[in-house]
């Protein structure tokens, strides 16, 4: 699903987010990315999304080399990756349902549909009452939770969440992490960058340290016992309308 | 939810959220229309004006004597050997006898002690109805006193000339008008679009984030200068058609209007000068989120 070969990435004049990295990541893996503040997370996830391009080495997602993906092709391949980003980029001025239904409108989902997804993903995180409220009047935890909803809304193929519980309580973080889990069990592909060791701790699926901008810890390729009876997009829609 | 709905939506939701400018912009687009239809409507009209007047539009020769077949057929030759004209008629003095009686009507009786061929004989050249005549008429007058035999050219020559400067400085009122329509229009919807577009950063970044195809994010921008140049247009010919009724009511018993027929535009024209306004308008928003949108 995922796939970086020698990926670096420096910032000018001369620093270095991203060192000569390389990572595989199977369909339907969760992988954590773990490392302190500065470490490359972020970036690596930037990367992933193509915010950024690297200065070297490659960049796959669903095969197809991000460097050299043609705009209409860029936009497709997004609309299949979720993104709870650690700055929530939500829309102060729109209410917490419009702000989730962007990322539906733009694949052109029913109204309808976008109402149901919305409404059972909001009290799947315990904000059903905020549905009207506007994006600015939520707490912090609130609006991570709502950033967290749009990644989740499009039944995507792989959902990358960067630090998605940092203004959490340990409840919350149980409640997104469990959601999480959902969509992984259904074939999602999830990249998670945390400081929050609470969250992988227990886990079994595979965590990779970075250290200024390079692999510390971890293995970069995936078990031979990932998950291969993962759901096909098409039967994720199904399932989830 | 399909292509155009979503759209749709966009659009005015985004019309809503930008209401202020955007009423600032139509107000402009109404303003510039309006002046242009005056003008052209003004236009239209003096030019119907014209061409009533323009068929009195002839020079008139007065000959010294009558003349045969053979000096008829040599003057037409003289005469088409300066320029091409619409007809050349030859009246005699026993018909130009007859006209004078006939324009006397009931007082033809003051006639009846003349001789019927005390008017001289006449050739009346009509010459094209096109302005280039105009530029002609005082050569070929002049042109025309060269002949063998002619005491007198006669042609409204000072009402012709004011006429036709009018109808110039109307056209060129028109041109300049429809000109500063067309940069006001694109001006003013470019730089609406661009104070949106500055405006909804964090949204058209979002929308680029999660995926949404160009034709998404650029066809509301379209949407939005289009619906300003179809709503601008139409208000801007509804104020003209209220103020074309006013005058029409104030000034019905002029005697300019009894004598001349003053109409608004008819309905294809009307059309036209919408499709134009929202064209104009679209293709500005379109070249604004060319030129500010990077997708």
Not at chain 1, 60 to 69: F, H, M, N, P, Y
Not at chain 1, 143 to 151: C, D, E, G, K, L
Not at chain 2, 100 to 106: H, P
Not at chain 2, 174 to 192: D, E, H, P, Q, Y
């Given at each position: 699903m995922v796939d970086l070969v020698k990926v670096s990435k420096t910032y000018l004049p001369d620093i270095t987010a991203i060192s000569d990295v390389s990572l595989s990541v199977n369909k339907g893996e969760i992988l954590f990315l773990t490392g302190k503040s500065g470490a490359g997370k972020t970036t690596l996830l930037r990367l992933l999304s193509r915010i950024e391009k690297p200065?070297?080495?490659?960049?796959?997602?669903?095969?197809?080399?991000?460097?050299?993906?043609?705009?209409?092709?860029?936009?497709?391949?997004?609309?299949?990756?979720?993104?709870?980003?650690?700055?929530?980029?939500?829309?102060?001025d729109r209410t917490v349902a419009q702000n989730i239904a962007i990322?539906?409108?733009?694949?052109?989902?029913?109204?309808?549909?976008?109402?149901?997804?919305t409404k059972k993903l909001l009290k799947e995180l315990d904000l059903s009452s905020k549905y009207d409220t506007l994006a600015s009047e939520l707490s912090r935890g609130e609006?991570?939770?709502?950033?967290?909803?749009?990644?989740l809304s499009g039944n995507p193929d792989l959902i990358l969440a960067d630090e998605p519980t940092g203004n959490l309580d340990n409840e919350t973080t149980a409640m997104v992490m469990d959601l999480f889990k959902y969509y992984n069990r259904r074939g999602t592909t999830?990249?998670?960058?945390t400081h929050d060791e609470s969250i992988y701790r227990d886990s079994d699926h595979r965590v990779i340290e970075l250290k200024e901008g390079s692999i510390i810890n971890g293995n970069t390729f995936p078990d031979d016992t990932v998950n291969d009876t993962a759901f096909t997009p098409e039967e994720n829609d199904s399932a989830a309308e | 939810m399909n292509f155009l709905f979503a759209v749709f939506s966009q659009t005015f939701r985004n019309l809503l959220q930008t209401w202020s400018a955007q009423l600032l912009t139509l107000l402009t687009i109404t303003l510039s229309v309006l002046i242009f239809v005056f003008f052209y409507l003004i236009y239209t009209n003096v030019l119907h004006?014209?061409?009533?007047?323009?068929?009195?539009?002839?020079?008139?020769v007065y000959l010294d004597e009558e003349p045969s077949k053979e000096m008829q057929e040599e003057y037409r030759r003289k005469i088409l050997k300066f320029d091409r004209v619409d007809k050349i008629l030859f009246v005699s003095r026993s018909e130009a006898f007859?006209?004078?009686?006939?324009?006397?009507?009931?007082?033809r009786d003051i006639l009846s002690d003349?001789?019927?061929?005390?008017?001289?004989?006449?050739?009346?050249?009509?010459?094209?109805?096109?302005?280039?005549t105009l530029t002609k008429i005082k050569r070929f007058s002049d042109y025309l006193m060269t002949l063998p035999g002619v005491l007198k050219v006669q042609y409204g020559r000072e009402w012709v000339e004011r006429?036709?400067?009018?109808?110039?400085?109307?056209?060129?009122?028109?041109?300049?008008?429809?000109?500063?329509?067309?940069?006001?229009?694109?001006?003013?919807?470019?730089?609406?679009?661009r104070l949106t577009l500055l405006g909804r950063q964090e949204e058209l970044e979002l929308l680029r984030l999660v995926g949404a195809s160009t034709n998404y994010i650029r066809m509301p921008f379209f949407l939005e200068g289009a619906i300003q140049g179809m709503v601008g247009s139409t208000l801007g010919l509804g104020a003209l058609y209220l103020l074309y009724n006013w005058i029409k009511l104030h000034l019905a018993v002029s005697s300019l209007m009894l004598v001349f027929e003053f109409t608004f535009f008819p309905l294809p024209v009307v059309l036209i000068i919408i499709g134009i306004s929202t064209l104009l308008c679209g293709s500005g928003s379109f070249s604004s989120t060319r030129k500010f949108l990077q997708l």
């Open positions: 200065t070297k080495g490659v960049v796959e997602v669903a095969g197809c080399d991000l460097s050299k993906l043609a705009p209409g092709k860029l936009q497709k391949l997004r609309r299949s990756i979720g993104v709870a980003y650690q700055d929530f980029k939500l829309l102060e990322a539906m409108e733009v694949s052109y989902t029913r109204a309808s549909v976008m109402k149901m997804r609006q991570q939770r709502v950033t967290i909803a749009r990644a999830l990249l998670i960058a | 004006v014209g061409q009533q007047l323009d068929d009195d539009l002839r020079l008139i007859q006209r004078f009686a006939d324009q006397l009507g009931e007082d003349m001789p019927d061929d005390f008017l001289p004989s006449s050739i009346e050249v009509y010459p094209f109805r096109t302005l280039d006429f036709y400067t009018f109808i110039n400085l109307l056209r060129l009122i028109v041109i300049l008008s429809g000109t500063l329509l067309i940069l006001t229009t694109t001006f003013m919807v470019a730089n609406t679009i």
